[in-house]
Protein backbone atom coordinates (compact mmCIF):
# COMPACT_ATOMS: atom_id res chain seq x y z
CA UNK A 1 0.00 0.00 0.00
CA UNK A 2 1.21 3.16 -0.99
CA UNK A 3 1.99 5.83 2.50
CA UNK A 4 -0.85 8.31 2.19
CA UNK A 5 0.25 12.01 0.88
CA UNK A 6 -1.01 15.15 1.74
CA UNK A 7 -2.79 14.87 4.78
CA UNK A 8 -3.15 17.36 6.91
CA UNK A 9 -3.78 16.95 10.39
CA UNK A 10 -5.69 19.71 12.42
CA UNK A 11 -3.14 21.42 14.80
CA UNK A 12 -6.13 21.26 17.55
CA UNK A 13 -5.60 17.22 17.33
CA UNK A 14 -1.85 17.93 17.79
CA UNK A 15 -2.08 19.98 20.96
CA UNK A 16 -5.06 17.59 22.37
CA UNK A 17 -2.33 14.54 21.48
CA UNK A 18 0.59 16.10 23.09
CA UNK A 19 -1.68 17.11 26.29
CA UNK A 20 -3.19 13.34 26.81
CA UNK A 21 0.80 12.02 26.50
CA UNK A 22 1.89 14.70 29.24
CA UNK A 23 -0.99 13.42 31.43
CA UNK A 24 0.07 10.04 30.90
CA UNK A 25 3.20 10.63 32.03
CA UNK A 26 2.29 12.39 34.89
CA UNK A 27 0.20 10.00 36.37
CA UNK A 28 2.91 7.19 35.54
CA UNK A 29 5.17 9.55 37.56
CA UNK A 30 3.03 10.26 40.32
CA UNK A 31 1.90 6.45 41.36
CA UNK A 32 5.24 5.56 41.18
CA UNK A 33 6.15 7.98 43.99
CA UNK A 34 2.91 7.23 46.06
CA UNK A 35 3.71 4.06 46.31
CA UNK A 36 7.01 4.41 48.04
CA UNK A 37 5.55 4.33 52.23
CA UNK A 38 7.27 7.11 54.96
CA UNK A 39 8.97 6.40 57.84
CA UNK A 40 10.98 7.55 60.50
CA UNK A 41 14.77 6.39 60.81
CA UNK A 42 15.30 4.35 64.53
CA UNK A 43 18.33 3.08 66.28
CA UNK A 44 20.76 2.71 63.65
CA UNK A 45 18.84 3.10 61.10
CA UNK A 46 19.82 5.63 59.16
CA UNK A 47 17.92 6.02 55.65
CA UNK A 48 15.85 8.61 55.10
CA UNK A 49 12.32 7.80 53.81
CA UNK A 50 10.24 10.31 51.94
CA UNK A 51 8.40 12.80 54.28
CA UNK A 52 4.97 11.79 52.53
CA UNK A 53 3.31 10.11 49.76
CA UNK A 54 2.57 12.31 46.68
CA UNK A 55 -1.17 12.51 44.51
CA UNK A 56 -2.09 14.82 41.74
CA UNK A 57 -3.87 16.92 44.19
CA UNK A 58 0.07 17.68 46.10
CA UNK A 59 1.40 18.26 42.67
CA UNK A 60 -1.86 20.93 41.63
CA UNK A 61 -1.07 22.25 44.99
CA UNK A 62 2.90 22.98 44.68
CA UNK A 63 2.20 24.52 41.63
CA UNK A 64 -0.15 26.62 42.48
CA UNK A 65 1.63 28.05 45.41
CA UNK A 66 5.50 27.86 43.73
CA UNK A 67 4.98 31.96 43.09
CA UNK A 68 3.07 32.81 46.48
CA UNK A 69 5.49 30.91 49.27
CA UNK A 70 8.87 31.29 50.78
CA UNK A 71 11.15 28.51 48.82
CA UNK A 72 12.93 28.24 52.76
CA UNK A 73 9.18 26.96 54.05
CA UNK A 74 8.68 23.87 51.33
CA UNK A 75 9.60 20.91 52.72
CA UNK A 76 11.87 19.18 50.45
CA UNK A 77 12.39 15.82 51.79
CA UNK A 78 10.35 14.71 48.92
CA UNK A 79 13.49 14.86 47.02
CA UNK A 80 14.63 11.64 48.36
CA UNK A 81 13.28 9.29 46.01
CA UNK A 82 14.76 6.50 47.24
CA UNK A 83 16.31 4.98 50.66
CA UNK A 84 19.06 6.45 51.54
CA UNK A 85 21.89 6.33 53.89
CA UNK A 86 23.50 9.67 54.71
CA UNK A 87 26.40 7.84 56.25
CA UNK A 88 28.14 7.07 52.88
CA UNK A 89 28.96 9.58 50.52
CA UNK A 90 31.66 11.78 49.67
CA UNK A 91 32.37 15.53 50.69
CA UNK A 92 32.20 17.84 47.25
CA UNK A 93 34.11 21.55 46.93
CA UNK A 94 31.49 23.99 46.04
CA UNK A 95 33.61 27.13 45.83
CA UNK A 96 30.05 29.05 45.59
CA UNK A 97 28.71 27.65 48.45
CA UNK A 98 28.80 30.38 51.53
CA UNK A 99 27.78 29.62 54.86
CA UNK A 100 24.52 31.21 56.96
CA UNK A 101 26.95 32.60 59.25
CA UNK A 102 30.24 33.86 60.10
CA UNK A 103 31.69 34.14 63.59
CA UNK A 104 31.31 38.24 62.88
CA UNK A 105 27.67 37.79 62.23
CA UNK A 106 26.38 35.53 64.87
CA UNK A 107 27.27 36.66 68.65
CA UNK A 108 26.31 33.28 70.07
CA UNK A 109 29.22 31.50 69.38
CA UNK A 110 31.91 31.06 72.49
CA UNK A 111 35.74 31.57 71.17
CA UNK A 112 36.65 28.30 71.35
CA UNK A 113 35.23 27.73 68.07
CA UNK A 114 35.70 31.02 66.11
CA UNK A 115 38.23 29.91 64.04
CA UNK A 116 38.97 32.92 61.69
CA UNK A 117 38.16 35.77 64.47
CA UNK A 118 40.87 33.89 66.59
CA UNK A 119 43.44 34.23 63.37
CA UNK A 120 42.44 31.33 61.26
CA UNK A 121 43.91 32.20 57.13
CA UNK A 122 42.05 29.47 54.90
CA UNK A 123 38.59 29.48 54.49
CA UNK A 124 38.53 26.28 51.99
CA UNK A 125 37.23 24.54 55.03
CA UNK A 126 34.26 26.15 55.02
CA UNK A 127 33.04 25.09 51.34
CA UNK A 128 32.80 21.26 51.23
CA UNK A 129 29.16 19.66 50.88
CA UNK A 130 28.14 16.48 52.16
CA UNK A 131 26.74 14.65 49.21
CA UNK A 132 25.27 11.14 50.00
CA UNK A 133 25.49 8.92 47.37
CA UNK A 134 21.83 7.58 46.92
CA UNK A 135 19.70 10.89 47.85
CA UNK A 136 20.27 14.52 47.62
CA UNK A 137 20.06 16.28 51.75
CA UNK A 138 18.31 19.04 51.42
CA UNK A 139 20.13 22.26 52.43
CA UNK A 140 19.16 23.95 56.17
CA UNK A 141 16.51 26.56 56.15
CA UNK A 142 16.66 28.35 58.74
CA UNK A 143 12.74 29.67 58.07
CA UNK A 144 11.75 26.04 57.81
CA UNK A 145 13.69 25.19 60.83
CA UNK A 146 11.93 27.46 63.08
CA UNK A 147 8.21 26.86 61.42
CA UNK A 148 9.07 23.16 62.71
CA UNK A 149 9.96 24.14 65.96
CA UNK A 150 7.27 26.77 66.08
CA UNK A 151 5.93 26.16 70.09
CA UNK A 152 8.32 23.52 70.64
CA UNK A 153 11.55 22.71 72.92
CA UNK A 154 14.71 21.83 71.23
CA UNK A 155 16.85 20.81 73.38
CA UNK A 156 20.95 19.32 73.14
CA UNK A 157 22.08 17.42 76.16
CA UNK A 158 25.58 16.92 76.58
CA UNK A 159 29.37 18.06 76.24
CA UNK A 160 30.93 20.89 74.76
CA UNK A 161 31.18 19.10 70.99
CA UNK A 162 27.21 18.81 71.86
CA UNK A 163 27.02 23.06 72.82
CA UNK A 164 28.90 23.32 69.39
CA UNK A 165 25.86 21.92 67.55
CA UNK A 166 23.89 23.85 69.70
CA UNK A 167 25.65 27.13 68.40
CA UNK A 168 25.69 26.28 65.09
CA UNK A 169 21.60 25.31 65.19
CA UNK A 170 21.37 29.18 66.86
CA UNK A 171 23.39 30.76 64.46
CA UNK A 172 21.91 29.04 61.68
CA UNK A 173 18.29 30.45 62.32
CA UNK A 174 19.03 33.29 63.73
CA UNK A 175 19.57 35.97 61.00
CA UNK A 176 16.01 35.07 60.14
CA UNK A 177 14.90 36.47 63.60
CA UNK A 178 14.22 40.27 64.03
CA UNK A 179 16.39 41.84 66.66
CA UNK A 180 13.95 42.18 69.04
CA UNK A 181 12.42 38.99 68.89
CA UNK A 182 14.76 37.19 70.29
CA UNK A 183 16.84 36.76 73.30
CA UNK A 184 19.00 34.24 74.68
CA UNK A 185 20.53 33.44 78.59
CA UNK A 186 23.58 31.66 79.01
CA UNK A 187 24.26 29.80 82.44
CA UNK A 188 27.23 27.37 82.75
CA UNK A 189 24.77 24.38 82.75
CA UNK A 190 21.72 25.10 80.99
CA UNK A 191 21.34 27.85 78.29
CA UNK A 192 18.39 28.58 76.09
CA UNK A 193 17.90 30.62 72.86
CA UNK A 194 14.17 31.83 72.35
CA UNK A 195 12.44 32.64 69.45
CA UNK A 196 9.50 35.13 70.51
CA UNK A 197 7.90 35.06 67.12
CA UNK A 198 8.34 31.14 67.08
CA UNK A 199 7.05 30.61 70.36
CA UNK A 200 9.95 28.55 70.24
CA UNK A 201 13.74 27.74 71.98
CA UNK A 202 16.59 25.82 71.62
CA UNK A 203 18.19 25.00 74.65
CA UNK A 204 21.43 23.06 75.66
CA UNK A 205 21.93 21.12 78.72
CA UNK A 206 25.71 20.47 80.26
CA UNK A 207 26.19 16.75 80.78
CA UNK A 208 29.27 15.77 79.52
CA UNK A 209 28.12 11.92 80.40
CA UNK A 210 24.60 12.24 80.83
CA UNK A 211 24.96 10.62 84.02
CA UNK A 212 25.82 12.24 87.23
CA UNK A 213 29.79 13.12 87.99
CA UNK A 214 31.91 15.45 90.08
CA UNK A 215 33.42 17.20 87.44
CA UNK A 216 30.67 18.36 85.85
CA UNK A 217 30.59 22.38 87.40
CA UNK A 218 33.66 23.35 88.34
CA UNK A 219 35.31 20.72 86.07
CA UNK A 220 38.39 18.30 87.25
CA UNK A 221 41.32 18.75 85.79
CA UNK A 222 42.70 15.89 87.24
CA UNK A 223 41.10 13.37 85.21
CA UNK A 224 42.27 10.54 87.67
CA UNK A 225 39.96 12.65 90.19
CA UNK A 226 37.22 12.71 88.09
CA UNK A 227 34.05 9.90 89.54
CA UNK A 228 31.02 9.32 87.37
CA UNK A 229 27.89 8.27 89.51
CA UNK A 230 26.84 5.47 86.40
CA UNK A 231 23.26 4.64 87.95
CA UNK A 232 21.71 8.25 88.77
CA UNK A 233 20.73 11.32 86.20
CA UNK A 234 17.42 12.15 88.18
CA UNK A 235 18.83 15.52 89.63
CA UNK A 236 19.60 16.80 85.87
CA UNK A 237 16.93 15.22 84.09
CA UNK A 238 14.05 17.35 85.64
CA UNK A 239 15.10 20.33 83.24
CA UNK A 240 14.43 17.53 79.92
CA UNK A 241 11.33 16.14 80.32
CA UNK A 242 9.06 18.57 79.06
CA UNK A 243 10.98 18.89 75.68
CA UNK A 244 10.03 18.42 72.15
CA UNK A 245 13.24 16.98 70.88
CA UNK A 246 15.82 16.15 72.92
CA UNK A 247 19.76 15.49 71.82
CA UNK A 248 22.09 13.64 73.07
CA UNK A 249 25.43 12.84 72.75
CA UNK A 250 28.28 11.53 75.41
CA UNK A 251 32.11 10.04 74.14
CA UNK A 252 34.95 12.14 74.73
CA UNK A 253 34.86 12.29 78.14
CA UNK A 254 34.47 8.77 78.71
CA UNK A 255 37.71 8.51 76.42
CA UNK A 256 40.38 9.39 79.50
CA UNK A 257 43.27 6.92 78.51
CA UNK A 258 42.02 6.19 82.26
CA UNK A 259 40.14 3.47 83.52
CA UNK A 260 37.02 5.23 85.25
CA UNK A 261 35.86 5.51 88.62
CA UNK A 262 32.38 4.88 88.15
CA UNK A 263 30.61 4.75 91.76
CA UNK A 264 26.98 3.48 92.72
CA UNK A 265 24.46 5.48 94.93
CA UNK A 266 25.81 8.45 97.05
CA UNK A 267 29.02 10.49 96.54
CA UNK A 268 29.35 11.07 100.18
CA UNK A 269 31.77 7.72 100.25
CA UNK A 270 34.35 9.31 97.64
CA UNK A 271 36.94 7.76 95.94
CA UNK A 272 36.09 4.94 98.52
CA UNK A 273 33.36 3.74 97.53
CA UNK A 274 33.89 3.89 93.94
CA UNK A 275 35.20 1.16 91.64
CA UNK A 276 37.83 1.66 88.36
CA UNK A 277 36.27 0.35 85.18
CA UNK A 278 37.22 -0.24 81.87
CA UNK A 279 36.07 2.84 79.75
CA UNK A 280 33.62 0.67 77.56
CA UNK A 281 32.50 -0.85 80.72
CA UNK A 282 31.59 2.21 82.26
CA UNK A 283 30.49 3.75 79.03
CA UNK A 284 27.71 1.04 78.62
CA UNK A 285 26.76 1.44 82.76
CA UNK A 286 26.03 4.98 81.62
CA UNK A 287 24.09 4.24 78.47
CA UNK A 288 21.95 1.80 80.36
CA UNK A 289 20.67 4.41 82.95
CA UNK A 290 19.94 7.10 80.16
CA UNK A 291 17.88 4.44 78.68
CA UNK A 292 16.39 3.30 81.59
CA UNK A 293 14.98 7.06 81.48
CA UNK A 294 13.84 7.11 78.31
CA UNK A 295 11.87 4.09 77.84
CA UNK A 296 10.36 4.80 81.41
CA UNK A 297 9.82 8.89 81.48
CA UNK A 298 9.96 10.06 77.53
CA UNK A 299 6.02 9.66 75.84
CA UNK A 300 7.48 8.91 72.54
CA UNK A 301 4.25 10.33 71.04
CA UNK A 302 5.27 13.93 72.49
CA UNK A 303 9.15 13.94 72.41
CA UNK A 304 11.39 13.03 69.60
CA UNK A 305 14.18 11.45 71.26
CA UNK A 306 17.85 11.83 69.24
CA UNK A 307 21.23 9.97 70.06
CA UNK A 308 24.13 11.60 68.02
CA UNK A 309 27.48 9.01 67.52
CA UNK A 310 30.41 10.08 68.58
CA UNK A 311 32.49 12.71 66.69
CA UNK A 312 35.91 12.09 65.78
CA UNK A 313 39.24 13.04 66.97
CA UNK A 314 42.62 13.54 64.27
CA UNK A 315 45.35 13.67 66.88
CA UNK A 316 47.35 11.29 64.97
CA UNK A 317 48.31 12.29 61.73
CA UNK A 318 49.83 8.81 60.71
CA UNK A 319 46.51 7.50 60.46
CA UNK A 320 46.02 9.67 57.11
CA UNK A 321 49.44 8.86 55.47
CA UNK A 322 51.21 11.73 56.89
CA UNK A 323 53.92 10.30 59.23
CA UNK A 324 55.45 13.49 59.91
CA UNK A 325 52.13 15.29 60.20
CA UNK A 326 51.51 17.64 63.19
CA UNK A 327 48.32 16.02 64.42
CA UNK A 328 45.46 18.19 62.50
CA UNK A 329 47.50 21.36 62.07
CA UNK A 330 47.34 22.93 58.62
CA UNK A 331 45.54 20.11 57.10
CA UNK A 332 43.30 21.81 54.71
CA UNK A 333 40.94 19.38 52.68
CA UNK A 334 39.39 16.36 53.80
CA UNK A 335 40.65 13.16 53.62
CA UNK A 336 39.66 11.62 50.13
CA UNK A 337 39.74 7.42 50.57
CA UNK A 338 36.39 5.66 51.36
CA UNK A 339 35.40 4.42 54.79
CA UNK A 340 38.42 6.06 56.24
CA UNK A 341 38.96 5.52 59.77
CA UNK A 342 41.17 6.50 62.54
CA UNK A 343 42.39 6.21 65.48
CA UNK A 344 40.27 8.74 66.96
CA UNK A 345 37.09 6.67 66.60
CA UNK A 346 36.95 3.72 68.99
CA UNK A 347 34.69 0.73 67.24
CA UNK A 348 34.24 -1.15 70.40
CA UNK A 349 32.09 2.33 71.94
CA UNK A 350 30.45 2.49 69.12
CA UNK A 351 29.24 -1.05 69.82
CA UNK A 352 28.18 -0.36 73.32
CA UNK A 353 25.73 2.56 71.69
CA UNK A 354 24.27 -0.51 69.63
CA UNK A 355 23.65 -3.02 72.01
CA UNK A 356 22.15 -0.86 74.90
CA UNK A 357 19.84 1.09 72.13
CA UNK A 358 18.56 -2.11 70.47
CA UNK A 359 17.58 -3.77 74.39
CA UNK A 360 15.31 -0.36 74.35
CA UNK A 361 11.76 -0.98 74.71
CA UNK A 362 11.36 2.80 72.77
CA UNK A 363 14.45 1.52 70.48
CA UNK A 364 12.20 2.02 67.28
CA UNK A 365 11.25 5.43 68.52
CA UNK A 366 14.97 6.53 69.03
CA UNK A 367 17.03 8.36 66.36
CA UNK A 368 20.32 7.49 66.01
CA UNK A 369 22.25 10.02 64.51
CA UNK A 370 25.46 8.46 62.45
CA UNK A 371 27.67 11.46 62.16
CA UNK A 372 30.79 9.23 62.80
CA UNK A 373 32.10 8.13 59.34
CA UNK A 374 31.58 11.28 57.21
CA UNK A 375 32.71 13.24 59.87
CA UNK A 376 36.35 10.78 60.02
CA UNK A 377 37.18 12.75 56.54
CA UNK A 378 37.13 16.44 58.10
CA UNK A 379 41.04 16.70 59.78
CA UNK A 380 40.52 19.87 58.27
CA UNK A 381 37.63 20.87 60.20
CA UNK A 382 39.31 21.29 63.85
CA UNK A 383 40.10 24.41 65.78
CA UNK A 384 43.64 23.44 65.68
CA UNK A 385 45.45 26.31 66.99
CA UNK A 386 42.91 28.48 66.08
CA UNK A 387 41.65 28.38 69.97
CA UNK A 388 41.63 29.37 73.41
CA UNK A 389 42.82 26.96 76.26
CA UNK A 390 41.90 28.10 80.04
CA UNK A 391 39.94 31.10 78.45
CA UNK A 392 42.85 32.72 76.97
CA UNK A 393 43.58 32.73 73.21
CA UNK A 394 46.55 30.58 72.07
CA UNK A 395 49.85 33.20 71.92
CA UNK A 396 51.84 33.10 68.94
CA UNK A 397 54.55 30.83 71.10
CA UNK A 398 51.87 28.22 71.77
CA UNK A 399 50.45 28.31 68.26
CA UNK A 400 54.31 27.51 67.19
CA UNK A 401 53.91 24.52 69.12
CA UNK A 402 50.84 22.58 67.17
CA UNK A 403 51.97 19.05 68.67
CA UNK A 404 51.45 20.24 72.08
CA UNK A 405 48.56 23.04 71.51
CA UNK A 406 46.62 21.92 68.73
CA UNK A 407 42.87 20.93 69.27
CA UNK A 408 41.76 18.25 67.33
CA UNK A 409 38.89 17.64 69.20
CA UNK A 410 36.64 20.62 68.53
CA UNK A 411 35.22 21.99 65.23
CA UNK A 412 35.42 25.34 63.62
CA UNK A 413 31.77 27.35 63.68
CA UNK A 414 30.85 27.90 61.25
CA UNK A 415 32.09 24.43 60.12
CA UNK A 416 31.14 20.43 60.33
CA UNK A 417 28.40 21.08 63.27
CA UNK A 418 26.48 22.52 60.30
CA UNK A 419 26.31 19.49 58.53
CA UNK A 420 24.93 17.60 61.24
CA UNK A 421 22.54 20.29 62.19
CA UNK A 422 21.72 19.78 58.32
CA UNK A 423 20.94 16.14 59.27
CA UNK A 424 18.78 16.46 61.98
CA UNK A 425 16.75 18.51 60.14
CA UNK A 426 16.00 16.28 57.86
CA UNK A 427 15.02 14.10 60.19
CA UNK A 428 12.37 16.52 61.96
Known amino acids: MAPCRGIRVPLSVVFLCGFLLLLLFHTQRISLLSSSSSSSSSFFDLRIFPSSSFSFGTVEKLAKEETSVDP ?119 SVFRAEEYNASIEFYWAPYIVESNTDEPVIVDLQKRIVKVDSLEERSKYWEEADILVFNTYVWWMTGFKIKALWGSFANGEEGAEALDGPMAYRLGLKTWANWVDSTVDPTKTRVFFTSMSPTHSRSADWGKQNGTKCYNETEPVRERNYWGSGSNKAMMEVVSSVGKRMKSHSHVTFLNITQLSEYRIDGHTSVYTETGGIILTAKERANPMRYADCIHWCLPGLPDTWNQILLAHL
Do not use: M
Open 72 to 190: ELVDDRFEFDEECDVTVGKWVYNRSVEPLYTDESCPYIDRQFTCLKNGRPDTDYLRWEWWPDGCTLPRFGPKLALNKLRGKRLLFVGDSLQRSQWESFVCLVNSVIPGGKKSIKRHKIY
